[in-house]
């Protein structure tokens, strides 16, 4: 009787590790796959970089590998859109990302040129800048989506 | 090794949990994961199969859209009362660098783009067009065919600016690996026709490695 207090201690371990690797990028459950579209905002499109989950073994969770540190917009002296966004980089070794800027009016309805994934580095534990301009000179909401170069 | 086997009891309890998990796990409106069909096109603004070291779908794409939306936010270019008439074409894109590329791919679709993104705040010249429109100026003016429905001018319309460029390159090779790198450089520059100062600089940089075998044609 005295392998039962083993086994729960195995079992225990064994949950509290998984409970810890949490959700894979490709699950299913991830709270970004199925997340509202929201404009003025950045996100990651790639779940290897930053994802969450509400339902993991232990309730909620996360992992991030990279993290927007600010972002906004501002007009150009002709008018156009820019819009930025600080991506913080919280590893030990660079990424290569792309990003693109998704410009909508103020109805959501797409207005400018069709979205140009650009590509940038973000280096180790380092702030990086991506910046995006628009082509029309109308008020716009942006939504910017950043994936890892593959 | 010693084991716990559960009575058969205990086995029949759990089998209607057991159904009941694998109901709830088929139903509700979740999202299925799944890759989709192969296809043999490509998004061109990503690095498709074939991928090396020299100027690719996606540059072209990536440093087009760049300089289009960069040349809008420029004050002279894109914030005149009067807009400005400009002239793009490769007549004056040198390609200095190593890689293979007809430079029309660049400067077409750098004009085409900026010409439907620019939607009046620019006028573009097409100076590669003027033989074919001189030949139809002078058949009005002969009487071989009628004035047509627009007004007619004195002549041809003169430029303000136009785009010249230039693209270099600088390769690597590491002897053991044999892997290839390559820096490129893309530059653009708007050019006043009457004072030749410039008045817009556009850079594109990349620097690539591959081992890959590719051959650019």
Redesign the interface.
């Known amino acids: 009787m005295r392998s039962i207090p083993n086994v729960a201690a195995v079992v225990t371990a064994l949950l509290l590790v998984v409970g810890c690797q949490g959700l894979p990028s490709d699950s299913e459950r991830l709270t970004e796959r199925t997340a509202p579209v929201e404009y003025n905002s950045v996100v990651f499109t790639d779940y290897n970089l930053q994802r969450t989950w509400s339902d993991g073994l232990l309730g909620e969770g996360g992992r991030y590998r990279l993290s927007v540190e600010r972002h906004g917009q501002r007009r150009t002296e002709t008018g156009t859109t820019e819009v930025f966004a600080v991506i913080r980089n919280h590893t030990d070794a660079d990424y290569t990302l792309e990003a693109r800027t998704h410009f909508v009016d103020r109805d959501g309805v797409p207005t400018d040129a069709d979205a140009v994934w650009k590509r940038f580095t973000a280096s180790a534990n380092g702030l990086t800048a991506y910046r995006e301009y628009s082509t029309s000179d109308q008020p716009l909401q942006y939504r910017v989506e950043v994936r890892e170069v593959r | 090794m010693?084991r716990?086997p559960l009575p058969a009891g205990a086995v029949r309890a759990l089998v209607p949990f057991a159904a009941a998990a694998l109901l709830a796990g088929c139903a509700g409106n979740?999202?299925?994961?799944v890759a989709g069909t192969p296809t043999v096109y490509e998004d061109p603004?990503?690095?498709g199969r074939v991928g090396g070291v020299g100027i690719e779908s996606?540059d072209v794409?990536?440093m087009t859209?760049?300089m289009?939306?960069?040349m809008?936010?420029?004050?002279m270019l894109?914030?005149r009362d009067v807009p400005p008439r400009v002239i793009i074409d490769n007549a004056y894109l040198d390609n200095e660098s190593s890689s293979v590329i007809n430079t029309n791919q660049l400067t077409d679709r750098l004009r085409i783009?900026l010409n439907?993104?620019?939607n009046g705040?620019m006028v573009f010249v097409s100076r590669e067009s003027a033989d074919m429109v001189q030949q139809e100026r002078d058949a009005k003016r002969d009487g071989v065919v009628d004035s047509g429905t627009i007004r007619e001018t004195a002549a041809q319309a003169g430029a303000d600016y136009r785009l010249r460029g230039r693209i270099t390159s600088l390769d690597a090779v590491d002897r053991d690996s044999q892997t290839q790198s390559r820096y490129t450089q893309v530059t653009f520059e708007m050019v006043d026709l009457e004072l030749g100062t410039i008045v817009w600089s556009g850079l594109y940089e990349?620097r690539k490695a591959a081992q890959d075998n590719v051959l650019y044609r």
Do not use: K, P, S, Y
């Open positions: 010693t716990f979740q999202v299925e994961n603004e990503t690095t996606q794409v990536a859209d760049e289009m939306r960069d809008l936010r420029n004050r894109a914030g783009e439907r993104a620019a705040r990349m």
